[in-house]
């Protein structure tokens, strides 16, 4: 059976496939009855993607309080950040009477962990996974039988090796344009500070920013790179202990995040004798939380609001759907300059 599309929907009502489009997002221009009728005959045709409002709308209310979700998190590096996405998923979730429940696993794998049992309780519909990014973890998390949404994951774990949906917060093309940038201000040394096995996010970033240098034909020094493993309590130790042992400086440095943006130059500002000239730093997801570089550099803004309602809606998707392909999704940021 061919897949159902939005204009298949409205070849059978014969309306116009912007005017489906409208009632799908809930914009205006559609008249409540008309939008019913849509989303019933969506129903009909046997539509994979009906929006969540309708699909909700079609449940007994008994079938919509007996709804829970998981939430598996692990430290929040950055509290502000991850409690932003968190709320908002929470709240997008209960629109649709579905409770979230918080279930916390450590930031690190020790021999005596076992996962929490409500995951492998009955009551569960799905499960939404951020910030976790321990291998032995983030793996036993991936062999739950239930639906999956991740938000980000680990260079090893793969979305071809995920059970589940993945979303990934765009890095690759967002860092090379946010290096280019100081290449064009006239910098032509500049180094990369960020441990890329940590997460797959760093790695497209760091990737972006070797993207961007070799098109322009700059050297990449590895003695300007500080891409290694770092401890997860441990990243300003690492950090003053990199920068102490430079002998000679680039002009600038790509910063993976703002959190690890903000150890740098609380350490320039430390050492400011010591530095030969000045470094400019960039950093990535707009926290604001960094005073001592929040509005100072070049960020890319992630909006934790609407990353939190895209995985609720993912995560709706996903419980309803089941047996539908996994899905890898690209949520594109803006750079602020």
Same mark, same amino acid.
């Given at each position: 059976m061919e897949k159902i599309t939005m204009k298949d929907i409205a070849d059978a009502l014969n309306i116009s496939r912007v005017t489906v489009s409208k009632a799908f997002n809930n914009q205006s221009g559609v008249s409540d009855s008309l939008r019913e009728t849509i989303f019933n005959k969506a129903r009909e045709l046997g539509y994979t993607k009906l929006p969540y409002q309708a699909q909700a709308a079609s449940q007994t209310p008994a079938a919509q309080e007996a709804r829970t979700v998981a939430l598996v998190v692990s430290r929040p590096e950055?509290?502000?950040?991850?409690?932003? @996405? @968190?709320?908002?998923?929470?709240?997008?979730? $209960?629109?649709? $009477?579905i409770n979230l429940l918080y279930v916390y696993v450590p930031s690190t794998?020790?021999?005596?962990?076992?996962?929490?049992?409500?995951?492998?309780?009955?009551?569960l519909s799905g499960i939404a996974v951020m910030n976790v990014y321990d291998p032995v973890i983030l793996g036993m998390v991936n062999e739950l039988p239930l639906p999956k949404v991740f938000l980000d994951t680990i260079p090893t774990l793969t979305d071809r090796k995920l059970n589940g949906d993945l979303l990934l917060i765009e890095g690759y093309r967002t860092e090379a344009e946010i290096t280019e940038s100081v290449i064009l201000d006239g910098h032509k040394e500049i180094g990369f500070i960020g441990d890329i096995s940590y997460a797959q996010t760093n790695k497209e970033r760091y990737l972006g920013y070797r993207e961007s240098m070799d098109r322009y034909k700059l050297p990449i020094r590895p003695e300007y790179c500080c891409i290694d493993s770092m401890g997860v309590? $441990?990243?300003?130790?690492e950090i003053y202990a990199y920068l102490d042992g430079l002998t000679d400086w680039p002009t600038a440095f790509i910063c993976v995040s703002d959190y690890v943006a903000h150890f740098a130059?609380?350490?320039?500002?430390?050492?400011?004798?010591?530095l030969p000239h000045p470094v400019v730093l960039t950093g990535f997801d707009n926290t604001n939380e960094y005073t001592n570089?929040?509005?100072r550099i070049t960020t890319a803004n992630v909006p934790t609001g609407l990353l939190g309602k895209r995985m609720a809606v993912q995560l709706l998707f996903r419980t309803n759907h089941p047996e539908a392909p996994d899905e890898l999704t690209f949520i594109k940021p803006s750079i602020l300059k």
């Open positions: 950055s509290s502000f950040f991850w409690t932003g @996405i @968190i709320h908002r998923m929470a709240q997008e979730l $209960s629109e649709y $009477s794998f020790t021999k005596d962990f076992a996962l929490p049992s409500v995951l492998f309780g009955a009551a309590f $441990s990243y300003e130790k130059q609380q350490y320039l500002d430390e050492n400011a004798q010591k570089v929040s509005g």
